[in-house]
């Protein structure tokens, strides 16, 4: 029995090389709790006026935003809803504030 725990031990050594290596995830977003941390932390624009902005230039309602990381780039996902039903997501740089790009806006 107390080999079986070495060789756990070992195995486990062995293989905390290969685990820090692990290459990051290209897409990845965050709880609310996170995203406030990252915003403080990083000097991020705030959602809300970013929401707001997107709202008035797609004439809808925003209702929702995450704080998601691209690859490198930290990037807010807004989604807003237009009268005739329509949902749109609106991506734009968390850092500089500029739209990058939408889904279904059209």
């Known amino acids: 029995m107390r080999y ?3 060789a756990l031990a070992f195995g486990l050594a062995a293989a ?3 685990l820090a290596a692990a290459p990051l995830p290209e897409h990845e977003c965050y709880s609310a ?3 406030r941390e990252r915003i403080a932390a990083r000097k991020l624009v705030e959602p809300f006026r970013l ?3 997107a709202a008035n230039r797609f004439q809808a309602e925003a ?6 990381r ?4 930290f990037v807010y996902e807004i989604t807003l809803l237009r009268r005739d039903g329509r949902v749109i997501h609106v991506f734009t740089n968390a ?3 500029q739209m990058i ?4 806006a059209k």
């Open 16 to 18: 905390a090389p290969a």
């Open 70 to 73: 691209w690859k490198e780039v």
């Open 33 to 35: 709790a996170q995203s």
């Open 95 to 97: 850092a500089s504030g």
């Open 51 to 53: 929401m707001a902005g």
């Open 101 to 104: 790009g939408t889904k279904n």
């Open 4 to 6: 079986a725990g070495l």
């Open 63 to 68: 209702i929702g935003a995450k704080l998601c």
